[in-house]
């Protein structure tokens, strides 16, 4: 039996802001007979501004989708809204994949990228680079272009930029910060089209977000689509996202479904603890990027490196209920080893201040200089019982 979409009752909400939103809701809902076309016309109706407001903002939309699709009663009606949700994809990979380019690197050497090998089954080469070109952004209309700094690292030989009308461009790299992932590089070039900003401060956890990358055909644009999960992530420069990254598109933008600027995306490396293509994804986002912008264009041309206080452990789960970081592994010619930490200690202190977890030692050693010393409290067990330790240690800069 076919419901009567006709019968339901949509409420309205009298918001001077929004009449073109509930507008767009209600001719959605009447025109049940092709609720995808009336959908994705109403969309288009509002422009811009209104277009992020209801797809990326709106529970309203979302719900009535998912009403529509269950309601409609047939698999055509279903198929509608697929569609209408795939050319809105195109309209968006088309129009912000002008302002992305992809990146070919001919290298001498790629210790990075080369993540280890195995026997067949093992699948040890999904984390190796693969070739082919990666992604980047297009960040000033004069030539300056951001990327993931996984992207261009290694020992370079030469990197070639192609624009999205097919020019081929000799790049130099320029700044790298290891913290934030990110590589700035330099064309000579004039009137590159760059993307609108959006205005973060009005993003909301559960926005529609998409990926735009050219990889692995320079001239294919792809886009990835899903939703922002989080807005603080990677010590608050970060926003986070299920859109799938990969080594491909990483360094492209993350845009809202207005084709505005959130972020680059970044933080896709090899071994990783999300990996690529896990759906949990993260992009740089601009506000952070601008704080950091004229260091990374200062010169030599491989400009200055942004260094993060690193002592050399893997951290293991702590038992339940037990506040610190307990040691996994100690690595080589670290400062953990220098010190004489040992696996199996409980880090439960770290420069005069409590540690309660993996995310607060991360925070104070990110608030201290490479280089500089500080002491460590741990917990060592010996033998039965469990001693307190004062340790020093000199933070050394992350190799990683």
């Not at 690193?310 to 293991?316: D, F, H, K, S, Y």
Request: overall charge neutral.
């Amino acid at each position: 039996m076919r419901p009567n979409l006709r019968s339901l009752r949509f409420e309205v909400p009298a918001s001077s802001s929004q009449p073109p939103a509930c507008a767009a809701v209600a001719t959605a809902a009447s025109a049940w007979r092709r609720p995808a076309e009336a959908l994705e016309t109403g969309i288009w109706a509002l422009g811009a501004a209104h277009f992020t407001d209801l797809l990326a903002r709106s529970f309203q939309i979302a719900h009535l989708a998912a009403i529509l699709m269950l309601l409609a009663g047939t698999a055509s009606a279903q198929d509608e809204i697929a569609d209408a949700m795939a050319r809105t994809l195109r309209k968006v990979r088309d129009s912000v994949a002008k302002s992305v380019v992809a990146i070919e690197v001919s290298r001498t050497e790629d210790p990075e990228g080369e993540a280890g090998s195995g026997p067949s089954g093992a699948h040890q080469d999904y984390y190796n680079r693969p070739a082919g070109p990666a992604s980047g952004t297009v960040l000033t209309a004069d030539g300056f272009i951001l990327t993931s700094a996984f992207n261009v690292s290694g020992e370079i030989r030469r990197i070639t930029v192609i624009l999205s009308n097919g020019a081929r461009v000799e790049a130099k790299r320029l700044g790298v910060d290891r913290n934030l992932d990110l590589a700035l590089l330099k064309i000579e070039a004039k009137g590159l089209p760059i993307l609108p900003r959006a205005k973060l401060e009005d993003a909301r956890v559960g926005d529609f977000v998409a990926v735009v990358g050219r990889a692995p055909e320079a001239h294919a644009p792809t886009i990835n689509q899903g939703i922002l999960s989080a807005l603080g992530r990677q010590k608050g420069t970060a926003v986070q996202t299920d859109a799938e990254l990969n080594y491909g598109n990483v360094g492209g933008p993350l845009v809202n479904l207005a084709g505005e600027l959130i972020g680059v995306t970044s933080h896709i490396l090899p071994r990783a603890p999300w990996g690529q293509s896990s759906g949990v994804g993260f992009a740089i986002k601009m506000a952070e990027i601008d704080k950091v912008l004229e260091e990374l264009k200062k010169p030599p041309e491989i400009g200055s490196t942004t260094k993060e206080p690193w002592i050399g452990v893997i951290a293991a789960e702590a038992p339940k209920g037990t506040d610190g970081v307990l040691v996994d592994r100690i690595l080589p010619n670290s400062p953990a080893e220098e010190a004489g930490l040992d696996p199996g200690d409980l880090i439960v202190g770290a420069a005069g201040r409590p540690v309660k977890s993996l995310d607060g030692l991360k925070a104070i050693l990110a608030s201290k200089k490479v280089g500089e010393e500080i002491e460590l409290s741990i917990r060592r067990a010996k033998g039965a019982a469990t001693e307190t330790k004062k340790i020093k240690i000199k933070l050394a800069d992350n190799p990683n």
